[in-house]
């Protein structure tokens, strides 16, 4: 495609010093964390996402506490009534062979874990902040550059000059593709499952974490006091298989009730959540990883710079510690004077984040790939590894790497 042939289509061309790219909850803050940074008049920052199509969402995050103090620095926690939020005071992992979990407990009620939001609960707060952000609702579909500037050249035929590209379009990224970007692709063959389930005893803010035979899943208390939101990793055909009951979320809880009998935990579908419907949600796990999530006045961001395994919760908590990671480069750099294209930025980005980002991979991939291998040898050193951490201060480290 030739810039001539999409300057003559384009209708509109407008300027921005910095844009946004991605409509979800990581581009939202993200725009919403350069106008709260007195680096940019509102005019100045531009918001390029797709036109939201009003739903009933009932999906929630885990906000670990470093993301709560972020929300509460941008007021998005003022306003939050108290069952629109969860807090988590215990986090439980349970091995396949293992009927003791490993455990971390907050027993001061003021202290937590984090905690449990609805996501549109936060994206509305957000975009509330952000109607003085010009905001485009459109797809990028192509981009050039120059030595001064970044083109986006939109489906709507908006053309648009930037001096720099901040890139939060998903896992899928297609502002990734267009740069060439290189990433490394690695099929699970697993599909997640979501929705909301009921269950015998009161949650208790206890989140859950269960190596499974059908599979990892994480279970976050939600709301009253004995309704869950669940996301079970399943391989391909146990997905089909489910899928194929009459009734996949009895076919979820009869074998949660199964591996949770040791402790009389037990669990039934609901048909409705906050009185919507509640249906079971899906999507591949296939994981990216990017070295350099950088490219000419452009800084990758979220899960367009790197997607995790879902059982850890931390994917959003990881995208909130790149936004930040921006804003520090931004004001370290700037401050004396460097073009926003200058490399001194990018590579400050970089450096910040690749090392966290590898760590909760490798975190993460360590939890996946351990807990479902079909070894009774891995299930049995991992089931005697995980008694003996129980016994020791050296479990924290699990903690802690969840909290970076």
């Known amino acids: 495609m030739k810039s001539g042939e999409i300057t003559k289509k384009s209708s ?4 921005h010093k910095i844009c946004v790219v991605g409509g979800g909850l990581t581009g939202a803050i993200m725009s919403l964390l350069l106008k709260n940074s007195n680096l940019f008049k509102s005019h100045e920052i531009g918001w390029i996402k797709p036109k939201i199509v009003t739903s009933n969402d009932i999906r929630t995050t885990f906000y670990n506490k470093k ?4 929300l509460e620095s941008l007021g998005l926690l003022k306003n939050l009534r108290s069952k629109d939020y969860t807090f988590i005071n215990k986090i439980q992992v349970f091995g396949m062979n293992n009927s003791s979990p490993l455990e971390w407990v907050y027993s001061d009620s003021k202290l937590n874990f984090g905690a449990v939001i609805k996501n549109d609960i936060i994206l509305k707060s957000v975009t509330d902040q952000l109607n003085d952000i010009k905001q485009y609702e459109s797809l990028v579909t192509n981009t ?16 648009i000059k930037t001096h720099m590209v901040l890139s939060a379009d998903g896992k899928n990224s297609n502002l990734r593709k267009l740069l060439s970007i290189k990433t490394m692709k690695k099929r699970t063959n697993h599909i997640a499952l979501s929705g909301f389930l009921q269950q015998s005893k009161n949650h208790d803010s206890i989140a859950i974490q269960a190596f499974t035979n059908l599979g990892p899943i994480g279970i976050l208390p939600f709301q009253n006091k004995n309704i869950i939101n669940f996301v079970q990793s ?20 009869n074998h949660l009730n ?7 935990l037990k669990f039934k579908p609901l048909n409705k959540v906050n009185q919507f419907n509640n249906k079971l949600s899906s999507w591949k796990i296939d994981l ?8 000419y006045r452009t800084i990758l961001i979220g899960d367009a710079a790197h997607s995790i395994h879902p059982l850890a919760g931390q994917g959003l908590n990881l995208a909130l510690r790149d936004c930040t990671s921006v804003i520090k480069s931004l004001k370290n750099n700037l401050k004396f004077g460097q073009d926003l294209g200058d ?12 090392p966290k980002t590898i760590a909760m991979t490798a975190f993460t991939d360590f939890l996946f790939y351990g807990f479902t291998s079909k070894s009774n040898k891995t299930q049995s050193f991992l089931t005697k590894g995980m008694e ?10 699990f903690r802690d790497v969840a909290s970076v």
Do not use: G, W
């Open 12 to 15: 509109k061309e407008f300027f």
């Open 144 to 159: 050039q550059h120059d030595e001064f500037e970044r083109t986006l050249y939109l489906k709507n035929k908006v053309l």
């Open 388 to 397: 003996t951490l129980n016994k020791s201060n050296l479990k924290n480290i």
């Open 258 to 264: 199964s591996f949770f009998s040791h402790i009389d």
């Open 343 to 354: 490399y001194s930025i990018l590579n400050f980005y970089k450096k910040d984040r690749l």
């Open 67 to 70: 993301s709560l103090e972020l």
């Open 288 to 295: 990216n990883f990017i070295v350099n999530p950088t490219a």
């Open 234 to 253: 399943v391989e391909e055909n146990k997905y089909k298989q489910i899928l194929s009951n009459t009734d996949p979320e009895y076919y979820i809880c």
